[in-house]
């Protein structure tokens, strides 16, 4: 999708859980099955409401009272996975009407990537499974940055392989974390709302609870119409 003004296109960045399938409650799940394990009384579903989005690793650092080794923090992460893909096994689905929103977006000329703190057998875990990897031209995961959401590095990465400048970028996210990292990024951002509301957001384009209620068209008249890139709270 370009216009007369730059001839630049605009490009389309998803983030993964909880955009292309809706599978909060069961990461929550997993990660309370977890803490029960190691004698934890986190409320998982309230944690995830805060620190969604960020690498499993980094928010299970912020459960305890005392540091944890990062090996550690990996196996626990490691084992929360396993713990998720058990839960989620027959569930796997994409959030309504996502394919025929990629078909159409494609076909109106937006670039489309990826944007994700999963590792690459989480991605192809959903990807693959549901058929959807043709429709990225890029995906970027946890082991192709530094950082992981709220900063910034995800979709800086996402949009340098897209040859999309960031301001030309609209980002689709659930979390409050990764609508920051966007905002961070020089990106807007539409939210979906799988497991928050619309007043959870800070400055999201518009909400959607899933991809039937958003067309290209409408997508474009959104870019054109707020130009301005939000301003991102101040602490990571």
Aim: one cysteine or more.
């Amino acid at each position: 999708m370009s216009d007369s003004a730059t001839d630049q296109p605009y490009a389309l960045i998803f983030d993964m859980d909880g955009v292309l399938i809706d599978n909060t409650p069961e990461q929550a799940r997993a990660f309370q099955l977890l803490f029960r394990d190691l004698g934890l009384t986190t409320n998982a579903r309230r944690l995830l409401r805060r620190l969604n989005g960020m690498p499993a690793s980094e928010i299970l650092a912020t459960v305890f009272t005392n540091p944890v080794p990062k090996k550690q923090l990996e196996e626990y992460a490691a084992q929360r996975e396993l713990l998720y893909r058990v839960l989620y096994w027959n569930k796997r689905r994409e959030v309504a009407g996502l394919t025929a929103f990629l078909q159409a977006a494609r076909a109106a000329g937006f670039r489309i990537g990826l944007g994700t703190g999963s590792g690459e057998d989480t991605i192809g875990y959903i990807l693959d499974h549901l058929g959807l990897r043709r429709y990225f031209d890029v995906v970027v995961g946890k082991d192709d940055v530094k950082r992981g959401k709220p900063h910034p590095d995800t979709y800086t990465a996402t949009a340098r392989q897209l040859g999309v400048q960031p301001e030309r970028c609209l980002v689709f996210e659930d979390a409050v974390l990764g609508e920051q990292a966007a905002y961070r990024a020089g990106m807007r951002c539409v939210a979906v709302g799988t497991s928050l509301s619309a007043t959870d957001f800070q400055a999201s384009l518009t909400y959607i609870r899933d991809f039937t209620e958003l067309t290209p068209k409408h997508l474009l008249e959104l870019l054109e119409q707020h130009s301005a890139v939000p301003k991102p709270h101040k602490k990571p």
